[in-house]
């Protein structure tokens, strides 16, 4: 087959498939099948650049960061609705309606939480996409909607121009788990998904926004060219058969009684949908009285919004309890009068950070609005100070770590505050872990269960007194046996010969990671030498940044850490950088990595091996030396197969350059 029909008709698969996986949640190829063909897609575009097109699945994320968006005149505005918060204010729009049309229908569908977005099609082709703005001028968002994956590239009937309009909007478990991980990582919470769905579509950099797991729904045609469509039911089937992403839960009613018993219905089952809806749209069926019922300034008398009631609480802040989490950020939780609300009752509430209990001027003794965050976490949304009594007491963070009384430390670019005790009681658990990690201290037999079981039996209470156990401490423990005692007493002993790189890895210090401890190793030499390291100094280091040079400072400021340190020397655990010629190491040699790895992000893999003189590349040819495959691998790792090709597991690769 020729190239570009090859070209083609992998897209329009492709496309298909996205389709039926986004759209219609019904995928009808395994992923890694899906992968292949996008791998075969990308090889051919990168054979053929000439043949790329702004329609491929390859294009979606494209671009480079932006200063500033482009303004957006919009060729139809996007008005809004106006609110109904009742039945009977629903009847008086029913009255309104009645007066020029009888009898008429309804369409209600779910009125999505998100950002509101206008997406233009010339020729099927997906080429431009606009906020709202105020109705009449937004903002040019291209680049940034382009990523979201239930949005197609391209239609699939050819049609001239389209203009559609739909909402942006972050499903609840993925806002859940970004916020899970902002937190973890001392980072800003978003108070809900439609904050993040109108932050991520607002980055300047497309490539953070591809990282968001944002999602589409169109419900309104604002201009088609060549056809006309009588009623918004039509107009439904029509943007779903072009393969647009459209919510499936909309209904036609044939008066507002039925309108309202569809509003109750999802009222209720609200919760348990995927995303945040805030109420109902009501949109009459036939068009053809819309142009004399017209509009008001801002909003069409065709169409109406059925606002739920606000799913908010006021209840009192009695305490504010401060807990260190397993990576040892400091985080205060609010202690509530319980106040039921949205179907459980509510008695704590994470107050995030500090910062934000000064921004929003959070006291105890206060009373406080509180919801539920993605339908689910309790939050607080503010106190209301027009209920405050003097008596109210203003929060302070704390100077020492609640758990071990350390100092505690801020981050410049963090909102988080943060116990960096490694042996903080609070943190062992997950310092051990890390500690006896493959990239790190490589303690074979280690893992969180036996973790779990001397910190419990208190046989290990800061990471030093690892190197203290003797064997019948050991066989004490449950499931161990004489042999594995030995064995797991053996792995400890082995470790103490290990490389500086990896002791400094096994910290588990902030920002450095295994390449990072490797360089900072390379230069220093000897622990002793981290002690008195400035921040200056260390920005003189090639790859080391601001934030690396602060958490390695603040590491070595900590006395707790030092004391570890000079502990884990007596017990002859080895501090220096031992020296063979590493650059050279891996010098010649080609790598090829494929499905994903435990210990390293592909990116540290990939820098770790050009870190050591390797070289990676994309595809697997003869000249390929090894062949890295973690989980879930793609064709890659049967083509190393096929022309006999070395392939390294994770733990093989570890091996390689923890022999270095
Ligand atoms: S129709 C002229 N349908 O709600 C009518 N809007 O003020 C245009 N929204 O800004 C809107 N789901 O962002 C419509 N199914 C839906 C909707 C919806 C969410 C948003 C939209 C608009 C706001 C209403």
Same mark, same amino acid.
């Given at each position: 087959?020729?190239v ?17 996986y ?9 992923d ?21 097109t702004?329609? *491929? ?11 500033k ?7 139809h ?9 009742s039945?009977?204010e ?23 939480d ?8 010339e020729n099927s ?6 906020t ?7 903002? %040019?968002v291209?680049?940034?909607i ?6 197609p ?9 389209l203009?559609?309009?739909?909402e ?8 859940l ?12 919470v ?6 993040v769905?109108?932050? *991520? ?12 797991k ?10 088609i060219?060549?056809?006309?469509l ?6 439904l ?21 039925e ?12 919760? %348990? ?13 036939p ?11 801002k ?37 509530l009068?319980p ?10 509430a ?7 209990? @000064? ?5 105890i ?16 949304i ?8 003097g008596e ?9 770590c ?10 410049a670019d ?5 116990c ?18 493959? *990239? ?9 269960a ?5 910190v ?8 030093d ?35 500086l790189?990896k ?12 390449k ?23 920005k @003189? ?12 400072? @603040? ?8 004391e ?6 007596a ?26 790895l ?5 990116k540290?893999a990939e820098?770790?091996?050009v870190?050591?003189?390797?070289k990676?590349?994309n ?7 090894y ?21 390294l ?12």
């Amino acid at each position: 087959m020729e190239v570009n029909k090859r070209i083609e008709a992998l897209r329009a698969e492709i496309t298909k498939y996205e389709h039926y996986y986004y759209n219609l949640d019904n995928p009808l190829i395994s992923d890694r099948e899906f992968d292949n063909l996008m791998q075969e897609l990308i090889k051919l575009e990168q054979e053929h650049p000439n043949l790329v097109t702004i329609d *491929s699945p390859t294009q979606r994320v494209g671009g480079k960061p932006m200063d500033k968006f482009p303004d957006y005149a919009h060729r139809h505005p996007l008005l809004s609705l106006d609110n109904a918060f009742s039945f009977a204010e629903l009847l008086d729009f029913d009255q309104k309606i009645k007066k020029l049309v009888p009898n008429p229908s309804y369409v209600a569908e779910l009125k999505i939480d998100g950002l509101s977005i206008s997406l233009i099609y010339e020729n099927s082709q997906l080429i431009r996409a606009a906020t709202r703005g105020d109705g009449l001028v937004g903002e %040019d968002v291209t680049l940034n909607i382009r990523t979201i994956k239930n949005i197609p590239l391209k239609l699939s009937e050819d049609i001239s121009r389209l203009e559609v309009r739909g909402e942006i909007f972050m499903p609840k478990k993925d806002f859940l788990k970004l916020n899970d991980e902002q937190e973890e990582q001392g980072g800003k919470v978003f108070a809900n998904p439609r904050n993040v769905a109108s932050g *991520s579509v607002r980055q300047l950099d497309p490539s953070i926004t591809a990282k968001r797991k944002l999602s589409a729904f169109v419900y309104d045609l604002l201009y088609i060219e060549g056809l006309s469509l009588s009623e918004q039911v039509e107009i439904l089937s029509y943007l779903q058969k072009l393969h647009l992403p459209v919510n499936d839960k909309w209904q036609l009613c044939n008066n507002i009684e039925e309108v309202y018993d569809y509003c109750l219905k999802y009222q209720e089952l609200r919760h %348990d949908l995927p995303y945040e809806i805030d109420g109902i749209v009501i949109k009459l069926n036939p068009f053809s009285y819309r142009s004399q019922l017209g509009e008001t300034a801002k909003s069409p008398r065709w169409a109406i919004a059925y606002k739920f009631p606000a799913e908010e609480k006021e209840t009192i802040l009695n305490d504010v309890e401060i807990n260190v989490g397993r990576t040892g950020i400091i985080a205060p939780t609010a202690i509530l009068k319980p106040v039921s609300i949205a179907g459980t009752v509510v008695g704590r509430a994470s107050l995030h950070n500090f910062d934000l209990i @000064k921004e929003k001027d959070i006291r105890i003794g206060d009373t406080v609005l509180i919801h539920k965050a993605g339908d689910i976490i309790p939050d607080i949304i503010r106190p209301m100070g027009e209920k405050r009594t003097g008596e109210e007491k203003t929060i302070h963070p704390p100077t020492n770590c609640p758990a071990c009384n350390s100092l505690v430390v801020k981050f410049a670019d963090e909102v988080a505050i943060r116990c960096e005790n490694i042996n903080c009681p609070a943190r062992l658990k997950e310092s051990l872990i890390f500690f006896a990690s493959k *990239s790190a201290m490589d303690i074979e037999g280690l893992g969180p269960a036996i973790v779990e079981q001397l910190v419990k039996e208190k046989l290990v209470s800061s990471i030093d007194d690892l190197y203290k156990l003797n064997h019948s401490q050991l066989l004490e423990l449950e499931r161990m046996g004489e042999k594995s005692a030995l064995n797991l007493l053996n792995a400890i002993n082995v470790s103490k010969e290990r490389p500086l790189h990896k002791l400094i890895t096994a910290l588990g210090i902030r920002h450095i990671g295994a390449k990072t401890a490797y360089t900072l190793a390379e230069h220093l030499q000897n622990i002793d030498n981290f002690k008195h390291v400035t921040e200056e100094e260390l920005k @003189k280091i090639p790859d080391i940044g601001d934030k690396m040079a602060e958490s390695v400072v @603040k590491f070595f400021a900590e006395p707790r850490n030092l004391e570890t340190i000079e502990s884990l020397k007596a017990f002859g655990v080895n501090v220096v950088q031992v020296s063979i010629n590493n650059k050279t190491t891996l010098s010649g040699l080609s790598f090829v990595i494929t499905g994903t790895l435990e210990n390293y992000t592909r990116k540290e893999a990939e820098e770790l091996v050009v870190s050591l003189g390797g070289k990676v590349t994309n595809s697997v040819s003869k000249k390929t030396n090894y062949v890295i495959v973690g989980s879930e691998p793609g064709s890659k790792a049967e083509k190393a197969k096929e022309l006999g090709i070395n392939i390294l597991n994770e733990p093989d690769f570890i091996n390689l350059i923890g022999k270095v």
